[in-house]
């Protein structure tokens, strides 16, 4: 059975960072982390298909942002410049991580689960965690803790994502400076 790990990357190590694995049958498993050695070593003992990664895993060419993210902005789709001064640092970490779990022969994908929230027709964690983890339940993920952190609700998630990147239910939005893997737009979405 495949399986998706999601992390929220923190921009830094001082600040949790929350961990999702999710199978094909939609059964999560969350945990927080704070150490890229962690996460590394999460992802060795667990080897995921997938690993999605809400961060931004490469810098602009040019400007403050890169095209993908401006893709998404004209969707309607709000996200922070990956230039901008936290925003920069936790890039930073995440190209590096991205290139760790890379050269150890992981798939990496860059996700951005508040916008996968908004296509998913869900809330995000700031309209409320408690009806954020009722969407991800409604969704079919189950064993989602009942008092889970807004950082593993972000990492169930960026799983859900790479679950559906696995079965080709994804819109990979790229440009010349980086892609993001959003989920496909759903009729519910729609309504």
Do not use: H, W
């Not at 961990?19 to 999560?28: G, M």
């Amino acid at each position: 059975m495949r399986v998706a790990m999601g992390v929220d990357l923190a921009g830094s190590s001082a600040r949790p960072t929350g961990i999702c694995f999710i199978d094909e049958e939609l059964i999560a498993e969350t945990s927080i982390v704070y150490e890229d050695r962690e996460i590394l070593d999460l992802a060795l003992s667990r080897k995921p298909d997938v690993i999605a990664i809400d961060a931004p895993l490469s810098l602009p060419k040019a400007g403050r942002f890169r095209e993908c993210d401006r893709k998404l902005l004209r969707r309607g789709i709000k996200l922070f410049p990956p230039t901008l001064g936290p925003m920069r640092k936790l890039t930073l970490r995440g190209i590096a991580l991205k290139e760790i779990l890379e050269k150890r022969g992981f798939t990496v994908i860059e996700v951005f689960p508040g916008g996968a929230q908004d296509i998913l027709g869900i809330p995000r964690k700031s309209k409320g965690v408690s009806r954020l983890a009722e969407s991800l339940r409604a969704l079919g993920i189950k064993n989602i803790p009942p008092r889970a952190s807004p950082d593993e609700l972000d990492a169930v998630t960026a799983a859900y994502v790479g679950i559906l990147y696995l079965a080709g239910e994804v819109e990979i939005v790229s440009g010349r400076d980086g892609e993001i893997v959003m989920p496909r737009k759903t009729k519910e979405a729609d309504r």
